[in-house]
Nanobody, 124 residues
Framework: QVQLVESGGGLVQAGGSLRLSCAAS????????MGWFRQAPGKEREFVST????????YYADSVKGRFTISRDNAKNTVFLQMNSLKPEDTAVYYC?????????????????WGQGTQVTVSS
């Protein structure tokens, strides 16, 4: 079993920045794709960003493109999400996910493991 633990969430004013981290532990699998998703109150979980094993491929939701940056440190089994120019509409619980496959994916259904989530609140 793979465990994913997110950290770095919190309360920030609009225009501010946060850096989320997700540490993977437990049984590891080969070359996982990692992703970030978020879920706001009353809304469905939505894709935010994904990164392939070799960091060669990254995808972003249009709503965060140019403001968020995903990266990973495979030696530390950790993936990061740098969030800049935050907006109140970015308020959500952010989830880290891992997929047993090398190709980056925007689809939540293709991810095998999920973290518990970390709350991000952006005040106006």
């Amino acid at each position: 079993q793979v465990q994913l633990v997110e950290s770095g969430g919190g309360l920030v004013q609009a225009g501010g920045s946060l850096r989320l981290s997700c540490a993977a532990s437990g049984r590891t699998f080969s070359r996982p794709t990692m992703g970030w998703f978020r879920q706001a109150p009353g809304k469905e979980r939505e894709f935010v960003s994904t990164i392939s094993w070799d960091s060669g491929t990254t995808y972003y939701a249009d709503s965060v493109k140019g403001r968020f940056t995903i990266s990973r440190d495979n030696a530390k089994n950790t993936v990061f999400l740098q969030m800049n120019s935050l907006k109140p509409e970015d308020t959500a619980v952010y989830y880290c996910a891992a997929r047993n496959g090398m190709l980056a994916s925007r689809s939540a259904s293709e991810y095998n493991y999920w973290g518990q989530g970390t709350q991000v609140t952006v005040s106006s």
